[in-house]
Nanobody, 124 residues
Framework: RGQTVESGGGSVPAGGSTRLSCRPS????????MGWFRQVPGNEREKVAV????????HYADSVKGRFTISQDNDNTILYLQMNTLKPEDSATYYC?????????????????WGQGIQVTVST
């Protein structure tokens, strides 16, 4: 069984940018909705951005709207999160995964997370 390949993140100054990427194994891919989530110690994992595969529709948490952009490569095998104008409160471990499309309309949702997560630390 293949492994999810993740990259990006690290330590970034406030106001800076970074791009996260996630390439799940072929065995875990093929989901209609995919997204990025983040978690800080002591808090629940929260939605950051969701995209409908091949549908050109994306959805964001209010806290990142206008600063983050979720996208896929042309083959829909790699999921990206472009993060601009970073703030210290964006510091978290970021996870990619498939998710119930209900998340877009505010309904109950469930996610299947891929990989070990990517640490992003935004310094002042």
């Amino acid at each position: 069984r293949g492994q999810t390949v993740e990259s990006g993140g690290g330590s970034v100054p406030a106001g800076g940018s970074t791009r996260l990427s996630c390439r799940p194994s072929a065995y875990t891919y093929a989901s209609k909705c995919m997204g990025w989530f983040r978690q800080v110690p002591g808090n629940e994992r929260e939605k950051v951005a969701v995209i409908i595969t091949g549908g050109g529709v994306d959805h964001y948490a209010d806290s990142v709207k206008g600063r983050f952009t979720i996208s896929q490569d042309n083959d829909n095998t790699i999921l990206y999160l472009q993060m601009n104008t970073l703030k210290p409160e964006d510091s978290a471990t970021y996870y990619c995964g498939s998710v119930s499309c209900n998340i877009i309309t505010g309904g109950n949702w469930r996610a299947n997370y891929w990989g070990q997560g990517i640490q992003v630390t935004v310094s002042t």
